[in-house]
């Protein structure tokens, strides 16, 4: 985090040429830095056996970074400033989602999120005439609010009548697709989600156990009833994509997800459960039944693979999104773990199909 700061901050000189670190012309502060942090050229495999500096120099290194690179800032060009908290975020979230994996303790003082009870008004469909949508950010959404490439450029799409659960998938909807043996069912498995299946091992969502006739679900270090009316997280795109064909459902395309987010407000009186308040989702429905959550609570898988926009073209920080395209599917919405000046309903937030380390659930459509 600190190292992308001084980068991006002090080092790199807008409108220069493409990003090589090691050929930029203002050093690093600390000898051999290119060679240690630059995650796009370190490979992961070398990272745990380099010659690291002690905890004092890099604790310094970080406070002198983030001094310079206050002082350095001002209105007008705030750009790769905004760039350097926004991944600094993201981190924030990926260093929670490694906590829970690793059944570490949460951070001090982060909430444990209630249990929830059922609730009537889970799964109910939200109607759409369907039309035509501006998908994406324009040029002038960059003058209010920081822009990814991946967002750019803002296009027309013809969206089809939808319906859509105006909430997301239940820890108690998502149980009774285990218990009818939805592990074990070959037929509601695509063929890569059924071979992803059978690598993992797995005949249970991540983080749950069995004990008894009755159901746990771990957060961070410590296991706890399940949470028939929360919503269902650290599950993949292949469980999603089983559950959804074991309920007769599917996933909306990204498309859909933010025709629906844009054209609906938020629910719950619109605060939306984000930036780690409470350390987990709360109920997944909305108590008068509407649209709950499309920001924050988890992030919703959609069926969309990530692809460009029409048009795009890379940003400065070209490692963003490109290397990405094609492999990764992408969500929408954000997570309790998000913070809120991160995300928007056009944010594409985007991960492997597999992945369920993820603070990411889902909904679904009606089919056809």
Not at 181 to 193: I, P
Not at 238 to 256: D, V, Y
Request: proline content about 8%; overall charge negative; aromatic content about 12%.
């Amino acid at each position: 985090v600190g190292w992308f700061q001084e980068y991006w901050c002090r080092r790199h000189e807008a409108g220069g040429p493409a990003r090589i670190p090691s050929e930029c012309g203002k050093p690093s502060r600390i000898a051999n830095a290119d060679a240690l942090w630059d995650s796009a050229r370190v490979p992961h495999d070398v990272r745990w056996s380099l010659p690291l500096p002690d905890w004092r120099a890099i604790d310094r290194y970080l406070d002198d970074t983030l001094e310079d690179a206050l002082a350095a800032s001002h209105d007008g060009e705030r750009y790769f400033f905004e760039l350097a908290l926004y991944h600094e975020d993201m981190h924030g979230e990926a260093l929670l989602m490694t906590l829970q994996t690793l059944a570490l303790p949460p951070p001090p003082g982060l909430r444990e999120p209630p249990r929830v009870p059922a609730s009537r008004s889970a799964g109910v469909d939200l109607a759409f005439p369907g039309g035509t949508l501006v998908a994406g950010s324009r040029e002038s959404d960059a003058r209010d609010r920081f822009v990814f490439d991946n967002e750019m450029r803002a296009h027309d799409v013809r969206v089809a009548p939808f319906a859509i659960a105006g909430s997301c998938v239940t820890e108690g909807e998502f149980a009774m697709f285990v218990d009818d043996g939805g592990y074990g069912r070959a037929e509601l498995w695509t063929d890569e989600g059924w071979r992803w299946l059978a690598s993992s091992g797995r005949r249970l969502p991540a983080h749950w156990r069995r004990v008894g006739g009755s159901v746990e679900v771990r957060w961070f270090d410590r296991w706890r009833p399940l949470s028939p009316g929360g919503a269902v997280q650290h599950v993949s795109a292949h469980e999603a994509q089983a559950w959804c064909n074991w309920a007769g459902r599917r996933l909306p395309t990204e498309t859909e997800w933010e025709f629906a987010a844009t054209a609906l407000p938020s629910g719950d009186d619109g605060v939306a459960n984000l930036d780690g308040r409470i350390g987990g989702p709360v109920a997944a429905a909305a108590a008068d039944g509407g649209a709950a959550h499309f920001i924050g609570n988890v992030w919703e898988w959609t069926s969309s693979p990530f692809r460009p926009y029409p048009a795009f073209a890379p940003g400065a920080y070209a490692e963003y999104s490109q290397p990405w395209f094609g492999d990764h599917h992408v969500l929408r919405g954000g997570s309790w773990a998000t913070r809120s000046r991160l995300v928007h309903p056009r944010m594409r937030n985007f991960y492997k199909p597999g992945r369920h380390d993820v603070f990411a659930g889902f909904r679904t459509c009606a089919r056809d």
